[in-house]
């Protein structure tokens, strides 16, 4: 496992939504691979090996994908942003990934169209 970075950038908050996201998927390589966790977009991109095309992780780039995640699921019929239905064991999962990630990858967004169920109460 890779230890948290210490050269992190200060996290943005720009605006994504699930349909902008699908753009940094990986299949364009001039363009950063983005990972989305529970509505906040990681920027992956130096992990390419993982989250690349053909990789073992690529099911998560270019979209939220919270509910696999808490799964521990790489289907991809279980990588959809509405997580609301998991049960506590794997919403620890889901936060201990969201926390893993925010050690190690530049926060550069915030989705904005989240499912209800899951979308931040203002």
């Known amino acids: 496992m890779q230890p948290p970075r210490e050269d992190l950038a200060p996290p943005k908050d720009d605006p ?3 349909e902008q996201l699908k753009a940094f998927d990986g299949s364009d390589p001039s363009k950063p691979i983005y990972v989305s966790i529970k509505g906040t977009v990681f920027d ?3 992990k390419k090996d993982v989250y690349g095309p053909g990789k ?3 099911i998560f780039a270019g979209k939220d994908g919270s509910r696999g995640l808490g799964m521990s699921s790489l289907n991809a019929e279980d990588a ?3 997580y ?4 506590e064991n794997e919403m620890k999962v889901l936060d201990d990934w969201h926390s893993f990630f925010s050690k190690r990858y530049n926060i550069v967004g915030k989705v904005v169209d989240l499912p209800e169920a ?4 203002l």
């Open 44 to 46: 992956v991109t130096h």
């Open 80 to 82: 959809v942003p509405d």
């Open 118 to 121: 899951v979308a931040p109460k």
């Open 56 to 58: 073992s992780y690529h």
């Open 84 to 87: 609301s239905a998991l049960p």
């Open 16 to 18: 994504y939504t699930l």
